[in-house]
């Protein structure tokens, strides 16, 4: 999951701060992405270098840290849009998508269709090349037909199962 793609979203919709971010957004998905505070904090000082973010305000509480609530700038909104759109160009596996897909709203549906057609695309070239490479195994020594076979059928049903997982996000899409 692209942490800063996930950050510029929800700052699109509104102001945070880090922590605030981690604790109401972030919660629900801790257990299949962990984020530790300190890859929180160093995205957002990033991201603040960049001009893609700006510092709204700083609050100084009685023997507590300062608590520093961030909103995006308008080179901010720019760069996510392109960024969704270089992880779908980009696209390896699902779980590259993750951060984007919350974001969708953001981004021209013609034209992140068309992305997906063409990563769908990539995808079945992929899973044609597994299974037209050597179905018997005959270049492989004995010892190793079996886990070879195991390996080759997991990338097959990976592939397809991603080429599933984006026909339904194109038709999520295009509705």
């Given at each position: 999951?692209?942490?800063?793609?996930?950050?510029?979203?929800?700052?699109?919709?509104?102001?945070?701060?880090?922590?605030?971010?981690?604790?109401?957004?972030?919660?629900?998905?801790?257990?299949?992405?962990?984020?530790?505070?300190?890859?929180?904090?160093?995205?957002?000082?990033?991201?603040?270098?960049?001009?893609?973010?700006?510092?709204?305000?700083?609050?100084?509480?009685?023997?507590?840290?300062?608590?520093?609530?961030?909103?995006?700038?308008?080179?901010?909104?720019?760069?996510?849009?392109?960024?969704?759109?270089?992880?779908?160009?980009?696209?390896?596996?699902?779980?590259?998508?993750?951060?984007?897909?919350?974001?969708?709203?953001?981004?021209?549906?013609?034209?992140?269709?068309?992305?997906?057609?063409?990563?769908?695309?990539?995808?079945?070239?992929?899973?044609?090349?597994?299974?037209?490479?050597?179905?018997?195994?005959?270049?492989?020594?004995?010892?190793?037909?079996?886990?070879?076979?195991?390996?080759?059928?997991?990338?097959?049903h990976s592939v397809?199962?991603?080429?599933?997982?984006?026909?339904?996000?194109l038709l999520e899409?295009?509705?």
């Open positions: 999951m692209s942490l800063q793609i996930f950050i510029l979203g929800i700052l699109s919709e509104g102001e945070h701060h880090p922590y605030d971010l981690k604790k109401q957004v972030l919660k629900p998905i801790d257990n299949s992405f962990p984020i530790n505070d300190g890859t929180l904090y160093y995205n957002f000082e990033i991201l603040n270098k960049k001009g893609l973010i700006r510092k709204i305000k700083v609050v100084q509480s009685d023997n507590r840290p300062e608590k520093t609530t961030y909103g995006i700038t308008e080179k901010g909104r720019e760069a996510l849009v392109e960024e969704i759109y270089s992880i779908f160009q980009n696209f390896t596996d699902v779980t590259s998508l993750y951060s984007s897909l919350l974001f969708l709203d953001k981004v021209d549906r013609k034209k992140l269709a068309y992305m997906i057609e063409e990563a769908i695309e990539r995808l079945n070239k992929r899973k044609l090349l597994i299974e037209n490479s050597d179905p018997e195994l005959s270049t492989v020594p004995d010892s190793q037909k079996i886990p070879v076979g195991l390996i080759s059928d997991h990338a097959y397809q199962n991603d080429i599933n997982w984006l026909h339904k996000l899409v295009r509705s």
